[in-house]
């Protein structure tokens, strides 16, 4: 069983005890403090703490504190400001791997960042946007009209099977498309259909019909044959 001696000073606490032992205390008037000996057979003075109170500053991400008794304290995100983050900033998150120790991660650890802030639809194109998932389409609403045909130009069209493809007009003979299913590659330089007796019709332009003209191919065969 162990007492706390009182002495007046640290003299006569040395006097009184020239064998000190380890975790032996005393108390000394002279400076009103509590003193204990080391492993080293040292008299130290005994730790005294001076903390009253604790108290989670505004804007600190903390909440809770007390001046007496308990103090509990928290996490509280709420009470922080809000920032727009870059890949160098850091966030608090806890590791799982690591048996729940709290822990700091950079911004692009996590999600690689792009640098990206919109797509603008162009020439032949509709959509775009500068947030989400962005989505373009082609409008051929907006391609200008075209009355070439020189080599090398190119048609639009658009295969069902797979995506969009441009083909030049070789091309498309080459994929089997031919009057009877589609375009062409072949091109005619005729203007105007004009028609002589026995036959009629003609024209300069769209459909074009000609036919024979009965009365006149008779009389050209009596003619040929009699004349």
């Known amino acids: 069983m162990q007492g706390i001696l009182v002495f007046a000073d640290d003299t ?4 009184a005890i020239t064998s000190p032992q380890e975790g032996q205390h005393a108390w000394l008037k002279s400076d009103d403090g509590l003193y204990y ?24 991400g903390m909440a809770g504190g007390a001046s007496s008794g308990t ?3 928290s996490v509280d995100a709420s009470n922080l400001t ?7 900033d850091y966030m608090i998150i806890q590791d799982v791997d690591d048996s729940d120790n709290t822990k700091k991660c950079l911004i692009s650890d996590i999600v690689a960042a792009g640098d990206i802030t919109g797509v603008t639809a162009g020439n032949l194109l509709d959509g775009g946007g500068s947030s989400g998932t962005v989505t373009l389409d082609v409008d051929l609403s907006e391609a200008s009209t075209s009355t070439s045909d020189a080599d090398g130009d190119y048609f639009l069209v658009t295969d069902a099977a797979s995506a969009q493809y441009k083909l030049t007009k070789a091309n498309i003979a080459l994929s089997g498309m031919n009057n009877d299913s589609g375009w ?7 203007t105007a259909v004009t028609v002589t007796a026995p036959v009629t019709g003609g024209g300069a332009s769209g459909s074009v019909a000609v036919g024979l003209d009965q009365g006149n191919a008779s009389l050209l065969l009596h003619t040929q044959v009699f004349g």
């Open 12 to 15: 006569a606490r040395d006097a």
């Open 37 to 60: 000996v080391n492993a080293a057979g040292a008299w130290v003075a005994s730790p005294v703490g001076d903390i009253t109170g604790i108290t989670t500053a505004s804007l600190s």
């Open 71 to 73: 103090a509990s304290i």
């Open 82 to 88: 809000s920032v727009t983050g870059t890949t160098a």
């Open 184 to 190: 062409t590659a072949n091109a005619g330089d005729i």
